[in-house]
Nanobody
Framework: QVQLVESGGGLVQPGGSLRLSCAASGFTFSNYGMRWYRQAPGKERELVATISNTGGITNLENSVKGRFTISRDNTKSTVFLQMNSLKPDDTAVYYC?????????WGKGTLVTVSP
């Protein structure tokens, strides 16, 4: 079965950095684009970053451009989100996502808290 397991979240001060990882299994990872979403308290889940199956095409939500980078390692079936210059507004649960045959699969998420 499809499994997505996020890790790397935690508490960080404003201006700090974190690297999130999402380990995938149960499907042919290199065939599919991947996405990172986040959901802040009291807000809807929003798309943060996408990456094509080869990693050659990436897209970032405007508020994170220049600060976040999405990448992947197809040999390890893992997608990453490097987050720099973190702000309190980046506080959220971050989720990994893949869409297979029109079905969305999600991990359980990893909490990122940006606070002094």
């Amino acid at each position: 079965q499809v499994q997505l397991v996020e890790s790397g979240g935690g508490l960080v001060q404003p201006g700090g950095s974190l690297r999130l990882s999402c380990a995938a299994s149960g499907f042919t990872f290199s065939n599919y684009g991947m996405r990172w979403y986040r959901q802040a308290p009291g807000k809807e889940r929003e798309l943060v970053a996408t990456i094509s199956n080869t990693g050659g095409i990436t897209n970032l939500e405007n508020s994170v451009k220049g600060r976040f980078t999405i990448s992947r390692d197809n040999t390890k079936s893992t997608v990453f989100l490097q987050m720099n210059s973190l702000k309190p507004d980046d506080t959220a649960v971050y989720y990994c996502n893949v869409r297979l045959l029109r079905l969305d699969y999600w991990g359980k998420g990893t909490l990122v808290t940006v606070s002094p």
